[in-house]
């Protein structure tokens, strides 16, 4: 079977993924990072008066067209706390920022404008009309629909929504991510290894990718090479009914990579497998009707790339969230090779160049059995199928392992 290039096997693999339609409610204190599934309307106008925007004193405008005007104050009105009468001709209020403006009030001039005087005000300045004044459904008006279906609630748009009078919201549901890690040499963090195991690492990190893109996540644990026992987990995620299936590890041809083989005999429709990429060539695509199967590499370094290059993506697509940008463009501080027919992601770390613009350093050693290169790294340099020699100085691609690094 030929290698499938990477950006044919996303898009592939992306053409099939639609959002998620199903929803549900949440108040508004877990709804960060959650995306509306309908428009949300005002509950309330805002402001729900004529407010005051400063410190000053409300009177009609026309009392204090020019500098000099003298005025009685009759009251004051401030926050949660507004004066019960009204403004009339020649008669004004002590108002504070937020405060009610009074009936009959149209202006608002700022205290340090006014100078005082027995009984009431002068004016120093002339006053304009509506000046410092907040009107009624100056922001949104009752039912009005302030943001959309379809936005993602961040900062901002949570401090709307709670202007808004709005408690709860009904958002789209998560993604859910079942993760397998497959294979009888792993045991999990805090295990003694016999002679022949290892510490299964990678479902930590592929987790916490998930999460961070915006799904749910189902650990299925750690199963050994037995088709009898994959079957089994497979089935445990088909009833959870996750969206997407994530196998560790026996998704290549060897003797013990069971997963391929165990998933299609279990119904899995196939859709390719084998990427032109370095790490991470065995990667696998399928299908159990609406849930999707990605079979990652058991190398740490490879799972890891491949979660980057496919299963964010996947998520951010089934939950209707905008993608991450991860991909810029710096100068390769050392001579890179000619590449072959494989897309090679190379790890480096990033640091500001002479003339303040980014230079790839990438690390000696690229085994991706490597964890440790993979978290010292900032980014993955780029190296296209046959792409030329690259001096050192030359701009190359790369992709950001933590794109708030240029924040």
């Not at 960060?32 to 410190?55: H, I, K, W």
């Not at 907040?134 to 748009?157: C, I, K, M, N, Y």
């Not at 083989?261 to 497998?273: R, S, V």
């Not at 849930?291 to 951010?316: A, D, W």
Request: glycine content about 10%; proline content about 9%.
């Amino acid at each position: 079977m030929n290698l499938l290039p990477v950006a044919e096997a996303l898009n592939r693999l992306l053409s099939r993924a639609k959002p998620i339609a199903a929803s549900e409610t949440l108040p508004l204190a877990e709804a960060e990072g959650r995306v509306l599934a309908v428009d949300l309307t005002a509950g309330l106008t805002q402001p729900p008066f004529n407010a005051s925007a400063m410190d000053g004193y409300a009177l009609r405008r026309e009392d204090a067209p020019e500098p000099g005007a003298v005025l009685k104050v009759i009251g004051m009105s401030s926050a949660g706390h507004g004066f019960e009468g009204s403004v009339g001709q020649g008669e004004t209020v002590r108002i504070f920022t937020g405060a009610p403006v009074p009936p009959g009030a149209d202006s608002v001039l700022l205290q340090e404008d006014a100078e005082r005087v027995e009984g009431g005000i002068r004016t120093n300045f002339p006053v304009r009309q509506g000046q410092h004044v907040r009107p009624r459904g100056q922001d949104f008006a009752e039912g009005e629909a302030v943001l959309s279906a379809g936005t993602v609630l961040d900062f901002s748009r949570l401090t709307v929504a709670a202007g808004m009078n709005r408690p709860d919201v009904e958002v789209l549901r998560r993604p859910l991510i079942a993760i397998l890690a497959t294979g009888d040499e792993l045991l999990p963090p805090g295990s003694t290894p016999g002679p022949s195991q290892i510490i299964a690492s990678n479902t930590f990190g592929i987790a916490a990718l998930a999460r961070k893109a915006g799904a749910d996540v189902l650990d299925l644990g750690i199963v050994p090479d037995d088709k009898a026992r994959i079957t089994a987990a497979v089935d445990t995620a088909r009833r959870a009914k996750v969206d997407v299936i994530v196998t560790l590890g026996g998704a290549s041809v060897g003797d013990h990579d069971l997963v391929r083989a165990t998933l299609i005999e279990a119904g899995m429709q196939l859709d390719f497998w084998r990427i032109a990429m370095r790490p991470g060539k065995p990667l696998m695509v399928g299908s159990f009707g609406e849930t999707h199967v990605l079979g990652l590499p058991g190398n740490p370094v490879s799972s890891l790339v491949c979660s980057l290059l496919f299963l964010e993506p996947l998520i951010r697509r089934l939950a209707f969230l905008p993608p991450i940008r991860r991909e810029m463009t710096a100068e390769t501080a050392v001579p890179l090779r000619a590449n072959d027919h494989r897309q090679d992601y190379i790890r480096a770390r990033l640091v500001k160049s002479a003339t303040g613009g980014w230079l790839a350093e990438p690390f000696g050693k690229q085994d991706s059995s490597m964890m440790k290169v993979f978290a010292a790294a900032d980014c993955l340099v780029i190296r296209p199928p046959n792409a030329p020699e690259l001096p050192p100085g030359a701009p190359c691609p790369v992709m950001l392992l933590r794109p708030d690094l240029l924040a």
